[in-house]
């Protein structure tokens, strides 16, 4: 069996969204310019529970442009990660946006919570405790903390949404969606 899931990372700009994919897909990090991906997705395969799965990760790009055109990237989305940057605390306020917007367009799937740039220490503006508070007061999915900067969770991150896709689908009785 070979699975194939589309994932959304979603958030506000700037939480790191194209680096923690570029960290993923390339194991790079760009500190002064980030490259456009010049493609609206990117693909992984990884080994989920002995599954061979394909992650068709999309990166919403950040000018307004995409912005209005949120319902073409999140539909038919298995998945989604929110991004926010735990050293701006209006970014995690989005959170409860991001939330509405995914189960308006994308509908009952899972989503993950990660706040971004866990490096910048001295920085930090939200602490874990709140996120998880936050997301028990929601649908009580994961949260990570992650940085594109040293790779940190990155991997894990992307394999926990791939479980989560997989364990929900499974819940829902759903076919799985397989290539
Ligand atoms: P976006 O795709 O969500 O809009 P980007 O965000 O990936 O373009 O990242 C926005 C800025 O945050 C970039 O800096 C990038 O280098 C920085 N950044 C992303 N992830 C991390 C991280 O984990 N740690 C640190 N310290 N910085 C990070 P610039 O300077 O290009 O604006
Ligand atoms: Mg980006």
């Known amino acids: 069996m070979k699975l194939a899931f589309k994932i959304c990372i979603v958030g506000d700009p700037g939480v790191g969204k194209t680096s923690l994919i570029l960290r993923y897909i390339e194991n790079k990090f760009k500190e002064n310019y980030i490259p ?55 970014t995690f ?6 939330i509405t917007n995914i189960k308006k367009i994308s509908g009952d799937v899972p989503y993950l919570m990660v706040g971004n740039k866990k490096d ?24 990570l903390e992650t940085s594109a900067k040293t790779g940190d969770t990155v991997n894990s991150m992307f394999h926990k949404i791939a479980e989560n896709v997989i364990i929900h689908k499974a819940k829902k009785q759903a076919n799985l969606p397989e290539i």
Do not use: C
């Not at 000018?63 to 055109?69: A, F, G, L, V």
């Not at 910048?120 to 949260?143: M, Q």
């Open 120 to 143: 910048l220490v001295e920085d930090r503006n939200v602490e874990l405790d709140e996120a998880i508070a936050f997301s028990k007061t929601k649908d009580g999915y994961p949260v």
């Open 93 to 98: 306020a989005n959170l409860e946006n991001w």
């Open 36 to 90: 456009t991906l010049g493609v609206e997705f990117l693909t992984k395969k990884i080994m989920v529970k002995d599954v061979e799965t394909s992650l068709i990760i999309w990166d919403i790009g950040g000018q307004h442009k995409w912005q209005t055109k949120l319902h073409l990237y999140l539909q038919g989305a298995d998945g989604a990660i929110i991004i926010f940057d735990l050293t701006r605390r209006n």
